[in-house]
């Protein structure tokens, strides 16, 4: 089975812009989650999504965004861009009803810096 | 608020010895634990995961156990080799929710 992949894997937006990330989750996973890397910290939970719905949020301000659609892909959206939004952005899928119990797919994640 | 701790310093281990990481945990009661492998620029990699109700597990060179009492998780890695250079990072999970708490990661360095 091919692997999670993600687009664009690499990204330079300024201030004030907004950006839009794609995720496709390995075939047949539902469950796809994504998460704020910085360098130093763990991996910050944005949100998850099962079949189109999202079950929890992370604490991060309503300027990012997501949806996942009916083929199981999902996009995450960050909008008026800050500095400190600069990061890898990992997608994950996992099999079955996904949660705590199963494990994750990660993608290669898409480097964001914002100027 | 629920806290995970794993050694923020790098681990220098000489090859053919056996790591031992650590992650510990306070205000959570995991389910789950997990742990994943990243090298840098990539994602994690799944290794391993433990329940609640299992005080060991084993794959391979890996083995990891889990103390709900100390609320502590140990990785060894035995007969260690370079190629084990990597970050490791704890990750714990509830059934309750649908998210993975983690840790900031180990730096594992294995010389030869």
């Known amino acids: 089975k091919a692997g999670v992949t993600q687009t664009p894997r690499y990204l330079i937006k300024t201030r004030g812009q907004q950006v839009t990330l794609s995720c496709s989750p390995i075939?047949?996973?539902?469950?796809v989650s994504w998460y704020q890397q910085t360098p130093g910290q763990g991996l910050q939970f944005l949100f998850e999504?099962?079949?189109?719905?999202?079950?929890n949020k992370g604490n991060f301000p309503g300027r990012f965004s997501g949806r996942q659609f009916s083929n199981s892909r999902s996009e995450m959206n960050v909008s008026t861009l800050e500095l400190g939004d600069s990061a890898l952005y990992l997608c994950?899928?996992?099999?079955?009803?996904?949660?705590?119990?199963?494990?994750?797919?990660f993608g290669p994640g898409t480097r964001l810096t914002v100027l | 608020s629920q806290k995970i701790e794993q050694n923020s310093e790098a681990l220098n281990i000489q090859e053919g010895k056996t790591a031992t990481l650590t992650c510990n945990y306070t205000?959570?009661?995991?389910?789950?634990l997990q742990w994943y492998r990243q090298d840098p620029g990539r994602g994690p990699v799944f290794l391993l995961l433990?329940?609640?109700n299992e005080k060991e597990k084993r794959k391979e060179r890996l083995k990891v156990t889990f103390d709900t009492t100390l609320k502590q998780s140990l990785f060894h890695i035995t007969a260690s080799q370079p190629a084990d250079s990597a970050t490791y990072l704890c990750?714990?999970?509830?059934?309750?929710?649908?998210?993975?708490?983690w840790g900031a990661g180990t730096k594992l360095i294995i010389k030869p």
């Open positions: 994950a899928s996992s099999p079955g009803s996904g949660g705590g119990r199963s494990e994750q797919f």
């Open positions: 075939s047949g996973h539902r469950s």
């Open positions: 999504y099962f079949s189109e719905t999202q079950r």
């Open positions: 205000n959570y009661s995991p389910a789950y």
């Open positions: 433990i329940r609640e």
């Open positions: 990750a714990l999970g509830k059934d309750s929710n649908y998210q993975l708490i």
